[in-house]
């Protein structure tokens, strides 16, 4: 996005700041939507929607070379998203997220090829494996070395159970001998439920870049303590530009559910049309026995068509 409006100010001194800045640049950028879409609900549920968002950042350079940013998102209104880090060349960055962190794994629960969001978006509520998003959750970048970096994070679920907590860790590679390659691993410990709903949760993904085109494969798997918290899930796509401006993408997943006789089977074929500052966006989805149901209401169609614009 494009930032309508950057001023650059002295620092504040005394009690306004936390640490000593010798320059803060300060920067708002934004967006606006709208989109038509069906999501394969029981009921008819096609809708018009609109969303607008701004985003206010804040970032400074101490006299002893730390990098500090604070963020704050306003999505229609409201406070979306807030965070402040930390961030050095040599050692990496440090962010607390007050509001909407996600997880290590969260990050990068699909990371399949798609022209237009995830590959499973345009139905109600799908069921996959994913992480989980907090507020007052510490996240941990390290640099990047020889292309690989690694990310943590930390989530204390229950103030007064030091027991429920959520840790995460990510490690992404895009080794330099081999151009277009990049291939990740994240596992997740999840004892933010009570003492007897463990759960962890591993994926690994492959993603390669051939000319126009990119391909991905991912494979995911969840364990609990009943069959209900132990699922498995694969995914592959490829995406391929047309041109500058026009990208299609197709992608198909399958969940195995632990405690359902039936695949939940998804395919998706999306596309994305960029012209300056405007985006024509779509997505088609074709989802069968949702939630690993076989009921005829667990078989959906859903799609998504948007128009955006940036400024």
């Known amino acids: 996005m494009n930032n309508f409006k950057k001023i650059g100010v002295s620092a504040l001194a005394g009690s306004l700041m936390a640490f000593s800045a010798n320059a803060v640049e300060m920067s708002v950028s934004g967006g606006a939507?709208?989109?038509f879409g069906d999501y394969g609900a029981d009921?008819?549920?096609n809708a018009w929607s609109s969303g607008d968002g701004l985003t206010f950042s804040a970032t400074g350079e101490t006299d002893g070379g730390?990098?500090?940013t604070s963020s704050l998102v306003l999505d229609n209104g409201t406070n979306d998203d807030q965070s402040i880090s930390i961030a050095t060349d040599a050692m990496g960055t440090i962010t607390f997220h007050a509001l909407d962190g996600s997880s290590a794994l969260g990050a990068v629960d699909d990371v399949m090829p798609s022209a237009y969001e995830e590959p499973w978006f345009g139905v109600t509520s799908p069921t996959k494996i994913d992480g989980k998003g907090y507020a007052g959750l510490f996240q941990y970048t390290s640099p990047t070395v020889a292309?690989?970096?690694l990310t943590a994070t930390y989530n204390q679920a229950d103030t007064t159970n030091s027991d429920e907590s959520l840790t995460s860790y990510a490690i992404a590679w895009s080794p330099e001998m081999v151009d277009g390659l990049s291939v990740g691993y994240a596992t997740q410990d999840d004892d933010s439920g009570a003492s007897t709903a463990h759960v962890s949760e591993d994926t690994m993904y492959v993603k390669y870049v051939y000319g126009a085109a990119t391909m991905g494969y991912q494979t995911s798997e969840k364990e609990g303590n009943t069959p209900a918290n132990s699922d498995?899930?694969?995914a592959w796509g490829i995406t391929y530009a047309i041109s500058e401006d026009l990208s299609v993408g197709y992608a198909s997943s399958n969940v195995n559910l632990g405690d359902a006789t039936v695949d939940q089977e998804t395919t998706n074929v999306s596309f994305s049309y960029t012209m300056g500052g405007m985006s024509v966006t779509g997505?088609?989805?074709?989802?069968e026995n949702a939630g690993g149901s076989t009921h005829a209401n667990n078989d959906r169609k859903g799609y998504e068509l948007g128009l955006a614009f940036a400024f």
Do not use: R
């Open 283 to 287: 997505s088609f989805v074709d989802q």
């Open 43 to 45: 009921t008819t549920n």
């Open 33 to 35: 939507s709208l989109t």
């Open 66 to 68: 730390l990098t500090i």
């Open 147 to 149: 292309g690989a970096t």
């Open 232 to 234: 498995e899930f694969k």
